[in-house]
Every structure is written in C-alpha cells, then in structure tokens.
C-alpha cells in the first residue's frame, strides 16, 4: 500500500527513479529487460494510473481523475516544451 516504508531487496530492477539531494531527477532503466519499444507505452500507462493512485490516497489530488488529468496535460506541456534534456549513457 502507499507511504509504507519498508526495506525492499530489488534484484533485477527494469527502473529505478529518484530525487538527488540537488533536486534532479535520477533514472535508471535496464533496457535488457525491454523486448520491443511498445513495452515502454504500456509501463508509462501503468505508472500513470500508479501515480494517480498515490496522488489520490495521500490527498494530493482530490481523486484519481483529477489526478489523472493533471498528469496528462504536463505530460503534454512536457513533450511539447521540454524542461529539461535527459543526459547519460548505457551502462554495463
């Protein structure tokens, strides 16, 4: 369930996403784990709904559409009017 903190051991993560105490955002994709680029539609679908889900149960957004809705039009903004350029490189 959401806002329980708990240790978890993640042995083959395919994403891992986290703020560094600067602000900025740090991901970390294991692109092995992709069979096709389709796969990343679906997994941002569902991170969308997990998201909105959160946002919804902590009392951040007054319900999940709302929510929802919110995360869809800065997706938009975003796409459109990039805030930033994802740097980086693969790893092994």
């Given at each position: 369930m959401f806002g329980r903190k708990k240790t978890v051991k993640l042995d083959n993560?395919?994403?891992?996403?986290?703020?560094?105490e600067?602000?900025?955002l740090?991901?970390?994709?294991d692109p092995d784990q992709l069979q096709e680029p389709g796969?990343?539609?679906i997994i941002l679908?569902?991170?969308?709904s997990h998201f909105a889900?959160?946002?919804?149960?902590?009392?951040?957004s007054s319900s999940v559409e709302s929510a929802l809705a919110d995360i869809r039009?800065?997706?938009q903004a975003e796409i459109e009017n990039p805030t930033d350029t994802p740097t980086g490189q693969i790893e092994n």
């Open positions: 993560p395919l994403l891992v996403a986290f703020f560094e600067d602000g900025s740090n991901v970390r994709i796969w990343a539609g679908a569902d991170l969308e889900n959160a946002l919804a149960y902590s009392g951040k039009a800065m997706y």
